[in-house]
């Protein structure tokens, strides 16, 4: 029998907009929020479920008993999940550059396995040249030495838009359920960042901040990213290049020193003039 009052929400992404930020607060305080009643759904946890979403699709009765387990639990109240790869990966190949061809079937899928649960579903996006530059950087952590002027060849500039992920969110689980939220507030701060997503969760929910440790996930300086062009190519392991990745983002972050330049400015002011006004709409209207 599902207990009445229970708050269940996933936060779903999109890759490069704070969600490691809310996970590493739900993972350093859970001494302080599972007492109040906030449960955590770890991100390890959710992707042995979801995986890039081809989990979900072959089975989605894992998840669905997941969160069954949750509703008849009576020592929590809120449930919160956060892992990015629900929508699958952006730009993958073959797919002419979409952002995210794979949401709404992926999205189709989360909406079968979640069932009666009545999970509200949170996505945070990005100002789309932003989001270009950041993850062409995911790509350089995780070993290419492509050139951004060669890898934004593969990206159409002209299929950015968020509003087909909003549409299939609303299509599938209704307006009610789906929140937007607005990368841009973790320029605030990480706190603010965490403490404005629980109170989309749930505006009631009162639990204490306590330490929020420096995310672990910085993006490398202009410097840092000439050295992992020119390294990147030399390594030969998984466990080369995750050493690579934390020696430049401790040594060479932006945190000192300049961020690298990717577009060339007209071109990214060209880009953003191009979504503007429907971003905006997007986050407000949410």
């Known amino acids: ?137 995911q790509t350089v952590h995780q070993g290419s030495h492509q050139l951004f002027s060669e890898w934004v060849k593969g990206i159409d500039l002209d299929q950015l838009s968020w509003r087909p992920v909003a549409a299939a969110l609303h299509a ?11 990368f841009r507030i973790v320029k605030q701060g990480d706190e603010a960042f965490v403490r404005h997503v629980l109170n989309r969760v749930d505006p009631t ?3 204490p901040m306590g330490e929020l440790r420096e995310a672990q996930n910085r993006s490398i300086s ?5 050295m992992a062009l020119a390294v ?9 290049r995750h050493a690579l990745r934390g020696f430049l983002q401790k040594h060479f972050s932006n945190v000192d020193s300049p961020r690298p330049a990717l577009f060339d400015p007209a071109e990214k002011a060209r880009v953003w003039d191009q979504y503007r006004a429907e971003y905006d709409e997007l986050v407000a209207v949410s």
């Open 232 to 240: 990147n190519p030399l390594l030969r392991s998984p466990a080369e």
């Open 1 to 137: 029998m599902y207990l009445r009052g229970k708050v269940t929400a996933l936060h779903i992404g999109a890759h490069k907009t704070a969600t490691s930020v809310v996970q590493h607060w739900m993972n350093q305080n859970q001494a302080l929020h599972r007492p109040a009643g906030l449960q955590y759904l770890r991100r390890e946890e959710l992707s042995r479920l979801i995986g890039w979403g081809e989990r979900l699709i072959a089975d989605p009765a894992p998840l669905a008993a997941r969160m069954a387990r949750f509703h008849t639990d009576p020592r929590f109240r809120v449930l919160v999940g956060s892992y990015e790869n629900v929508l699958g990966r952006p730009f993958p190949r073959g797919n002419d550059g979409q952002l995210y061809p794979n949401a709404e079937r992926n999205i189709a899928a989360l909406d079968r396995a979640l069932g009666r649960s009545r999970c509200k579903i949170l996505l945070t996006i990005r100002p789309q040249p932003d989001f270009v530059e950041s993850y062409y950087l």
């Open 205 to 207: 929910l009162k639990v």
């Open 172 to 182: 599938s689980f209704g307006r009610d359920r789906v929140e937007l939220i607005d």
């Open 222 to 226: 202009a410097q840092g990213l000439d």
